[in-house]
């Protein structure tokens, strides 16, 4: 808690903060970060497998490659969940299988699988964005204020 | 029982896998003697790769680069390559830098340059394509089309 807010309390509630943070358990921060990063690290490896694939046996450039291969981490994402699997990958891993586009897959699914019982339109179709609505949401956004960026650099600042 | 079936296994599959391997090298020998002798030589003296390998051996020079391969007909140069893992922050600039060279180099060629790696693959395949079975320059021309098609994609 911040020092500010702190001062606020009566001393009983002072007493109190210092004897429950002694108590309390710590979160294990070294080991979860090393489990994100070897899961994440993972994950992406698969990713790049998939992406060579595409490249060899396909038309597909380096350049190219990206959109098949973030639909394929995807959709194995999406079925991972719906199996019940990913929701353990996830226990492990944490941010490790949060962060990598298979999340996405993965809060989609989960919350239509959620909301099923809701029905399909008023459960299913109303709350299956539920989390990954902000995720498109932002990323447009950031794309979009990116791209101002990028082109107000090159137009004016002479950059690129 | 299990371990001499897989002994019989064993030895029919060297037997016969030797067998072939001569067969085949015979056969490419064969090939080898029959275009040496015959039409082989005209199509070479079209599609001699000359420039195709000053333009490797120029290349392949630079501190950034990993890898080259180039094939080339009478008009067009295609020329891939790999560029160092650490030098690829400067991958635009290394492309313009090798892009100048080659048309320094060879004013009467179409250059066609690529650091991408489905392009270098296709490149290597071609130049074997080339050099083994000798396809005529109506396919080359057609296959580098297709790879300078395929390097302008983006999306």
């Not at chain 1, 490249?55 to 194995?76: C, H, K, L, R, S």
């Not at chain 1, 990323?139 to 004016?156: E, H, P, R, S, Y």
């Not at chain 2, 030098?87 to 492309?95: A, G, L």
């Not at chain 2, 066609?112 to 000798?134: A, N, P, Q, V």
Request: aromatic letters at 10%.
């Amino acid at each position: 808690m911040a020092n500010e807010k702190r001062k606020n309390l009566t001393p009983v509630q002072q007493e109190y903060h210092l004897f429950e943070k002694e108590r309390e358990t710590k979160r294990p921060l070294f080991k979860n970060c090393v489990r994100a990063f070897l899961v994440g690290g993972l994950i992406c490896v698969i990713g790049q497998a998939v992406s060579y694939f595409y490249m060899y046996f396909f038309d597909f450039t380096e350049q190219t490659v990206g959109n098949p291969t973030v639909a394929t981490m995807v959709f194995i994402s999406m079925i991972l969940t719906g199996i019940g699997v990913y929701d353990r990958i996830a226990q492990f891993a944490g941010a490790g299988s949060a962060v990598p586009v298979t999340g996405f897959g993965n809060a989609v699914i989960s919350a239509a699988i959620e909301h099923r019982t809701e029905g399909f339109v008023l459960g299913v179709g109303a709350n299956m964005f539920k989390l990954a609505g902000s995720v498109i949401l932002f990323g447009t956004f950031a794309a979009f204020v990116v791209a101002l960026v990028k082109t107000i650099l090159i137009q004016w600042g002479g950059l690129g | 029982m299990l371990k001499k079936l897989f002994l019989v296994l064993f030895i029919f599959s060297i037997l016969f896998g030797c067998a072939k391997e001569k067969e085949n090298q015979q056969q490419s020998l064969q090939n080898f003697n029959i275009t040496r002798t015959s039409t082989k030589e005209t199509a070479d003296a079209h599609l001699n790769q000359t420039a195709a390998k000053q333009a490797v051996q120029r290349i392949s020079q630079k501190r950034e680069v990993k890898d080259v391969v180039a094939v080339n007909t009478k008009k067009k140069l295609l020329l891939a390559y790999q560029v160092k893992h650490l030098q690829r922050f400067r991958m635009k600039q290394i492309e313009k830098e090798v892009k100048e060279e080659l048309e320094n180099l060879f004013p009467d060629y179409d250059v066609i340059i690529s650091s991408d790696m489905k392009l270098f693959w296709k490149t290597e395949e071609l130049k074997r394509k080339l050099s083994k079975d000798g396809i005529n320059e109506k396919e080359v021309n057609k296959q580098i089309k297709k790879l300078e098609k395929l390097s302008n994609e983006l999306t």
